[in-house]
């Protein structure tokens, strides 16, 4: 049988109450949690965090209301190095600001003027195919679309329409472009059929 303490903190997870995040849970009482659980269970609870804690749930029979934003806040916080997280498995205040050399900060306070950061940032046009930038363009890219899916849309959205509104390079870095306009695209349907469905 699972501790009801556990129990009672993946309750209040699902339904976004938690006090502090999974990733700080699971460090605090890492060793409890692999007793309780088969190593196969522990690692699926590590990698695949809320799939498992539902399962968990069902299986005692601990009713619960799924609350989305607090799951989409997981998984988002699930994508960020330890490092950038506090005590309570929260973003550090003000880490996002000191990315890509204040892209996020600027964005913030100059909304899409933001844009010559960036471009000042992957040296665009000058010396966008070298491989330090195009080793930029796709962190960028992937932090954008974690954005776009599960933290700050409106960044995430900025951010590629940047990389999707770049001439053709002729190089690796169209591949990237071409995803970012993918990124959007699907974006944009999903938000249409969501207005549909909430009109029907």
Same mark, same amino acid.
Request: charged letters at 30%; glycine letters at 4%; a negative charge.
């Given at each position: 049988?699972?501790?009801?303490? #556990? ?6 997870? *699902?339904? &976004?109450?938690?006090?502090?995040s999974f990733?700080?849970? *699971? ?6 949690l692999?007793?309780?659980?088969? $190593?196969?269970?522990?690692?699926r ?10 399962k ?6 601990? $009713? ?16 960020? #190095? $330890? ?5 309570? &498995?929260?973003?550090?205040? &003000?880490?996002?600001?000191? *990315?890509?050399? &204040? =892209? ?14 960036? #471009?000042?940032?992957?040296?665009? $046009?000058?010396? =966008?195919? #070298? ?8 962190d ?22 940047? *990389? ?22 699907k ?14």
């Amino acid at each position: 049988m699972v501790d009801e303490r #556990h129990l009672a903190y993946f309750k209040e997870l *699902l339904e &976004g109450n938690a006090e502090i995040s999974f990733r700080a849970y *699971l460090s605090n009482h890492e060793d409890s949690l692999r007793k309780q659980f088969s $190593p196969a269970r522990f690692t699926r609870l590590r990698f695949k965090s809320i799939d498992e804690i539902v399962k968990i749930l069902d299986e005692e029979k601990v $009713p619960y209301i799924m609350n989305d934003q607090a799951i989409r806040n997981e998984k988002y916080l699930a994508t960020f #190095h $330890p490092d950038a997280l506090n005590e309570k &498995g929260r973003l550090k205040e &003000g880490f996002k600001d000191t *990315l890509f050399n &204040g =892209i996020v900060h600027d964005f913030k306070t100059k909304g899409e003027d933001a844009v010559l950061t960036l #471009h000042q940032y992957i040296e665009f $046009p000058k010396n =966008i195919n #070298h491989k330090r930038n195009i080793e930029k363009l796709e962190d960028i890219e992937y932090f954008a679309e974690t954005e776009l899916c599960l933290g700050d849309q409106s960044l995430g959205l900025f951010l590629l329409k940047v *990389l999707a509104s770049m001439d053709r390079q002729f190089s690796e870095v169209d591949d990237i472009i071409h995803r970012a306009q993918e990124a959007i695209m699907k974006f944009s349907k999903n938000i249409r059929v969501e207005h549909q469905n909430q009109v029907e």
